[in-house]
């Protein structure tokens, strides 16, 4: 079966300690997105990447990190310098054709920072 | 600046018709699209609008009027499993299929 995978579903930390959350898709999507999501809020970009080796930041890139070393996968960082990182986290992946751009969303990580 | 406006939330009954609206204000318009999620869960996609006009599919219509910068999403015979949030989101041309979201709209259906 073709999707995107994330993990884990639950990740709690401390405060002031970095964390990577996973994204995998098998889709053979060239463009992977990293959103956050607060409660009663919309999606805001975070990152994306449109091709390997290569991503842009998007609306609310600082204390974030991404990379983007295989197509299949885009792993965020959530660094010490986000000031209010707990959120839920969704990634997503798209054929990226320039008329049509529907983003297939994976499950999400609910982030808890104690 | 780019924003996308659309109501913070709404109550239907079931077995009724609701209209959800989405007003736009953005650069470079490329496509309109309406995404469902259920609390917790990913955003899942209902329809797309590039053209003026009508999209049918099944008991979900939407509507685009890019002079108006005007969406609607019409839920027909609704049913409690629609209880979720609706997403709006504008696709801008020229900068990577980048999505712009609205806050979503939260829809509760009663019996």
């Known amino acids: 079966d073709g999707g995107i995978t994330q993990s884990p579903k639950y990740l709690f930390r401390k405060e002031g300690q970095n964390v990577t959350l996973s994204c995998e898709q098998n889709l053979n999507h060239d463009a992977m997105y990293w959103y956050r999501q607060d409660p009663g809020q919309g999606l805001r970009l975070i990152y994306y990447s449109q091709i390997v080796n290569d991503f842009q930041k998007g609306d609310i890139a600082e204390g974030y990190s991404v990379s983007r070393e295989k197509k299949e996968s885009f792993p965020l960082t959530v660094t010490s310098a986000q000031k209010n990182p707990t959120a839920f986290y969704l990634c997503?992946?798209?054929?990226?054709?320039?008329?049509?751009?529907?983003?297939?969303f994976g499950p999400g990580t609910r982030l808890t920072v104690l | 600046g780019q924003n996308i406006d659309q109501p913070t939330e709404m109550t239907a009954t079931e077995g009724a018709i609701v209209q959800i609206n989405c007003t736009y204000q953005t650069s470079g318009f490329n496509g309109l699209f309406w995404y469902q999620q259920h609390a917790g869960e990913a955003p899942t996609f209902l329809s797309y609008?590039?053209?003026?006009g009508l999209e049918e599919k099944g008991r979900f219509s939407s509507f685009l009027s890019r002079s108006k910068g005007y969406s609607y999403l019409l839920l027909k015979e609704l049913q409690m499993k629609d209880s979720a949030s609706y997403l709006c989101a504008v696709m801008i041309y020229n900068q990577g299929g980048k999505l712009i979201f609205g806050q979503g709209t939260e829809l509760s259906v009663k019996p």
């Open positions: 997503a992946s798209s054929m990226l054709l320039h008329y049509y751009n529907e983003q297939f």
């Open positions: 609008n590039v053209l003026d």
